[in-house]
């Protein structure tokens, strides 16, 4: 719970900015469920507006990441650009830039990580990540990640095997006919190489980066703890029970939501494309897989410390290039005081 801290949205700043790690996409609904389906985007910058439904008088602001940041991570952008209230931060991250900008996640949209290597199950009739590593096969994948370091370090996978050239198209994959394996989203590739990329046209299988034992906070909201002040704590006490309750509200009933999302990603005219069914298979898989979820307590959004420390240990033992600082704890890196308790599933 808040603890001693009076909870106070008129501490807020006006607009709450929150910078996110991608195009707009149902994984980032309960960020744009704040305005309950009000607002838009600017094309330029990828900055959506709409007001705070909880209070209309606030305005919420949300931010476009990839290549609306020049693809650089968020707490990098967050030492920069004093605006950004709250980001997406993933453990791995918090712990690697720790040293130089230390940051506090607050609150946890995704209990487990949608990211994936998927495959043609075809090509590869594997169903455990301990069998990777005997096909042998090419996994393409986006360059600057902590995870491959790890599944090298665990031993699930051979260095030889990555190919940090992924750029997020279909084109390699299907051209080698299933091939290779290469990262993804569970909550988007599987869909969209069935239903969407004709090319190809079938399904794929694949294996969640958490259950090889990974098992980091993927977009946690986190802030710079140099800005975690008084203020910002009374912000939070009120603002984190509003996230949690959209959170909750964007999985019963995500229609007004995804349509501000779809509106958005139509009005930005890039590469990244939805559509109506895809977003709703999102939902649908975000559920069904648990991505989002209470996990094993009763309230969404909270973070397991335990699991924190799982995460701290297996990197200071197999991801050589993240240096954990001495002494690091999970309360350095996340915290539970503005959670409500009371809300979830």
């Not at 020049?70 to 712990?95: C, H, K, P, R």
């Not at 998927?118 to 393409?140: F, Q, R």
Request: charge should be negative; hydrophobic fraction near 40%; charged fraction near 20%.
């Amino acid at each position: 719970g808040s603890g001693d801290t009076s909870a106070d949205l008129s501490a807020c700043p006006n607009p709450i900015v929150f910078q996110t790690d991608w195009f707009p996409e149902p994984e980032h609904g309960a960020l744009y469920n704040l305005t309950a389906g009000q607002g838009s985007i600017d094309p330029e910058t990828g900055r959506f507006t709409g007001p705070l439904a909880a209070d209309p008088s606030i305005n919420v602001e949300i931010r476009a990441g990839g290549p609306y940041i020049g693809f650089q991570d968020t707490v990098s952008l967050m030492a920069t650009d004093s605006d950004i209230f709250l980001g997406y931060v993933n453990t791995d991250e918090a712990i690697a830039n720790y040293d130089q900008f230390p940051t506090i996640a607050v609150v946890a949209p995704l209990d487990i990580n949608p990211q994936i290597i998927m495959y043609d199950p075809a090509t590869y009739p594997i169903s455990s990540w301990d069998e990777v590593k005997d096909t042998g096969a090419v996994i393409n994948i986006f360059a600057g990640g902590y995870y491959p370091e790890w599944l090298v370090g665990a031993g699930l996978v051979d260095e030889s095997q990555l190919d940090p050239s992924y750029d997020g198209s279909p084109a390699r994959f299907i051209a080698e006919g299933g091939k290779i394996m290469q990262q993804g989203f569970a909550t988007q590739e599987p869909y969209n190489y069935e239903n969407v990329f004709e090319d190809w046209g079938k399904p794929v299988d694949f294996l969640l980066i958490h259950d090889s034992g990974y098992e980091i906070y993927q977009g946690a909201l986190a802030m710079l703890k140099a800005n975690f002040d008084d203020q910002a704590k009374a912000c939070l006490a009120a603002l984190v029970p509003i996230i949690q309750q959209s959170i909750v509200d964007f999985q019963r009933d995500p229609s007004a939501t995804n349509a501000a999302i779809l509106k958005a990603v139509e009005d930005l005219n890039s590469f990244w494309e939805l559509t109506p069914d895809s977003v709703a298979n999102t939902v649908e898989q975000m559920e069904k897989l648990n991505i989002v979820g209470n996990g094993p307590d009763s309230t969404v959004g909270d973070f397991e410390l335990d699991r924190v420390q799982g995460v701290i240990d297996l990197i200071k033992e197999k991801v050589p290039s993240i240096s954990v600082p001495e002494g690091l704890t999970p309360t350095d890196i996340v915290t539970n005081e503005f959670i409500d308790e009371s809300i979830g599933f």
